[in-house]
């Protein structure tokens, strides 16, 4: 974001100016959100994010709010367009103060502390500063982004504003949708400021943000179709106590398109789910060599749903791995595979939980989650194949390089099983085609608007409740038939 600001400052643009434009776009959004606060507070540091909060502080004057800016930092030390700001509040006779401990706060706070400026843990007087703000119970506005969060990761830097509203310019940063950000960033509103075009489509971006309309499509079927022509999934797990985890896979390729889906599964689970899901064939596995004769008539696996990490669980893994097809690696696979002792076929996808990644990355969950897009992209750089970190802000990574960002799902997701019903979905794309990356991608994106359905009637959502409406929203992106 900083190379882009100084391309589109070299274009023509002047720097100033995207200050100024910056704010109206922040006082449009706060005076939307809050139409009748009629008082704001400032919060200002040093740089230009401090810059765009004594913009909005005239702009507020101006429709006669009662307006304070407490600044953090000696005005005098101000420099270039911050200190151009600053002078034109003055001008315009807001009321400028120091912050100290004691400084009352009231209305509207608007964050314009540290912005993307932050390279470490936040300090003093800032730690200060971000607790009262996160104590008052006052509403909160921050300016490009909550200050303590890092723009490159959304890990929070020790400690960080918690806003009602982010209003962020020019582009968006992936520290605004991964890691802690959900829960610090509120209601989040873009405002490009007017960017010239010509120079955003210079810029490569860190990582694609997953929208409908630039997804991967599934082909429509011909009139003619078979199921011969949409591929034969096999779900391989559900040791004992843990057949569900393997049934919910299975039922997942089943309602996604998959057009054979077959479990491979312990006897004791098989009466079970014929009863529970007839369409799925049901075999009843005890070792590798069972499993061998069924996976050669398979074109894609889904590998540790309930897999266990016990000596059946070990050779269902060793006979999956000596497979060349596509497959997708969940749950007890991936802590099987962070032991070793077994080789990843190529042709795989990997799709950690972050305690899952720490334990493959050899590093701590909290590592893992204190910088998301790292993490996703060592794992496919280590693996070389394609990889999803689940989690608030779900990262898919390829070993070429591109990472794709999802923003969606729901709180209510926090369960058993939900990831379960996305190995099955991923692994049913697979089966109908779609190359792996793709394949993630709408996968991640389909479940997670799933879960925002189901979760929009709150806690107690169940995985199972997502198949139906997985399936209603992949054929409303990819419709059967034209």
Known sequence: MRELDARLIAAGTPDFELMQRAAHAAWRALRQRWPSAGSVTVLVGAGNNGGDGYLLAVLAQRAGWQVQVLSVVAPVSLRGDAALAYAEAQAAQVSINPWQAHSPLHGVLVDGLLGTGLSGAVREPYVQVIEQINASGLPVLALDLPSGLCADTGCELGVAVRAELTVSFIGLKIGLFSGAAPGLVGTLVFADLQADPAVLAQQVATAQRLAAASLPSLAARERAAHKGQYGHLLVLGGDRGMGGAALLAAQSALRCGAGLVSLATRGEHVAAALSRQPEVMAL???????????????????????????????????????????????????????????????????????????????LTTAQVQGDRPAAARALAQRYQVVVVLKGAGSLIAAPDGRLALCDRGHPAMAGAGFGDVLAGLIGALRAQHLAAFEAACLGVWLHACAGELGGAGGRGLAAGDLLTTIGRLLEEHSPCVL
């Open 284 to 362: 009843a596995v005890g070792s590798a060599n069972q499993v061998l004769s069924v996976a050669a008539q398979a074109d894609v696996l889904v590998v540790g749903p309930g897999l266990g990490q016990q000596a059946w669980g070990r050779s269902l893994l060793s006979a999956a791995a000596l497979q060349t097809i596509a497959q997708v690696w969940d749950a007890d696979a991936l802590n099987l595979l962070a032991v070793g002792g077994v080789q990843l076929p190529a042709a795989a996808l990997l799709t950690p939980h972050p305690g899952e990644a720490a334990r493959l990355l050899g």
